[in-house]
């Protein structure tokens, strides 16, 4: 079983509408929470970072961490077709320090 | 501020080269990861490194991989002896600190034709 699992997609939504992305891990000393976007054959880009449970807001952005159930998710509120993207969750613990543990991605696609 | 400088950004190397992959990372960060990308994966970790220290390398593969971060310079990734299954990209990130907000650069993507 992997340590973070993330539904690979793709998905496909039009624009202005609202995107959940979620991700699911196995280990509970997971305590610090990214996303990451990535643009196709570019590196990703840090877009949310949160510590232990709770919600954290930028912009269109919302990060929401669960740890009593093992599950984060990022949404997106007003979707652009400039969100087209892979969305990358990472995670790491206290002990890991920086060796971040990645999902595989999701494949997002909005259409005008 | 310039971000994360990967270079060079594509490399082909035949079966038997050696590659260098060098990374200068954002400036004030002393941190240094390398990670590895194969097609249709996720990004998979490879070793950790401050100036002139190996922290973490139990990513590395244990032959023909080497990493180094020296007191001048960049972070160089050393492949030796590359084969066709080296063949992805690979990136290079920074942080100022060891927890998360891990600054990414672009990427070197590797082929071994």
């Known amino acids: 079983q992997k340590e973070v699992e993330q539904d690979p997609g793709p998905l496909s939504v039009p624009e202005g509408a609202i995107v959940s992305l979620n991700c699911t891990y196995s280990?509970?000393?997971?305590?610090?929470f990214m996303w990451y976007r990535q643009y196709s054959r570019k590196g990703p880009e840090l877009l949310m970072y949160?510590?232990?449970?709770g919600n954290k807001e930028d912009g269109r952005f919302t990060a929401q961490v669960d740890k009593s159930s093992k599950y984060i998710s990022l949404f997106i509120r007003d979707s652009q077709p400039s969100d087209s993207a892979t969305y990358l969750c990472?995670?790491?613990?206290?002990?890991?320090?920086?060796?971040?543990?990645f999902g595989e991605g999701t494949q997002l696609t909005v259409n005008p | 501020n310039a971000g994360v400088m990967q270079n060079p950004r594509h490399l082909v190397r035949r079966r038997g080269q050696e590659a260098r992959l060098r990374c200068s990372p954002m400036?004030?960060?002393?941190?240094v990861y390398w990670y590895r990308q194969l097609p249709e994966e996720g990004l998979k970790f490879m070793v950790y490194?401050?100036?002139?220290?190996?922290?973490?390398e139990s990513g590395m593969p244990k032959e023909r991989f080497s990493a180094e971060f020296p007191k001048e310079g960049p972070s160089i990734l050393r492949i030796q002896q590359v084969v066709r299954g080296d063949s992805a990209a690979y990136f290079c990130?920074?942080?100022?600190?060891?927890?998360?907000?891990?600054?990414f650069g672009q990427g070197t993507r590797l082929t071994v034709v």
């Open positions: 990130a920074s942080s100022p600190g060891n927890l998360g907000q891990a600054f």
């Open positions: 400036k004030g960060h002393s941190h």
């Open positions: 990472a995670m790491t613990s206290q002990t890991s320090g920086s060796r971040l543990t």
């Open positions: 949160t510590y232990s449970s």
């Open positions: 490194l401050q100036k002139e220290n190996i922290i973490d």
């Open positions: 280990n509970s000393a997971f305590q610090y």
